[in-house]
């Protein structure tokens, strides 16, 4: 069982940033997957990004390509999700993700591990 720590939500004005952190329990090995979700008040969880911790190889939703960035440490088994220019649409809560054997990491059932979620706040 792998489990997950977010931590780095927080409020913002539009325009702001902030950075994600979500540490797992335990390295990951070869196949896993890991990556972030997100979901705002009253919709449904999607998907924001994911990275594959043997390649280092990132994917971001194509809507948020150029404000968002994931990266890995993985000397701290720990991702990050970088995210510049913020605006209110971003307010959600955004939740860490690892699954094995993942081969298409927007799609939720593909993931085997959630972590709590962190609230992100932006205001206009």
């Known amino acids: 069982q792998v489990r997950l720590m977010e931590s780095g939500g927080g409020s913002v004005q539009a325009g702001g940033s902030l950075r994600l952190a979500c540490r797992a329990s335990e390295n990951p090995d070869s196949s896993m997957v890991m990556g972030w979700f997100r979901q705002p008040p009253g919709k449904e969880r999607d998907a924001v990004a994911c990275?594959?911790?043997?390649?280092?190889?990132?994917y971001v939703r194509a809507a948020l390509e150029g404000r968002f960035t994931i990266s890995q440490d993985m000397a701290e088994n720990t991702i990050y999700l970088q995210m510049n220019s913020l605006q209110p649409e971003d307010t959600a809560m955004y939740y860490c993700t690892a699954g094995r054997d993942v081969t298409a990491c927007f799609l939720e059932y593909e993931w085997n591990y959630w972590g709590q979620g962190t609230q992100v706040t932006v205001s206009s």
């Open positions: 990275i594959y911790t043997d390649s280092n190889k990132p």
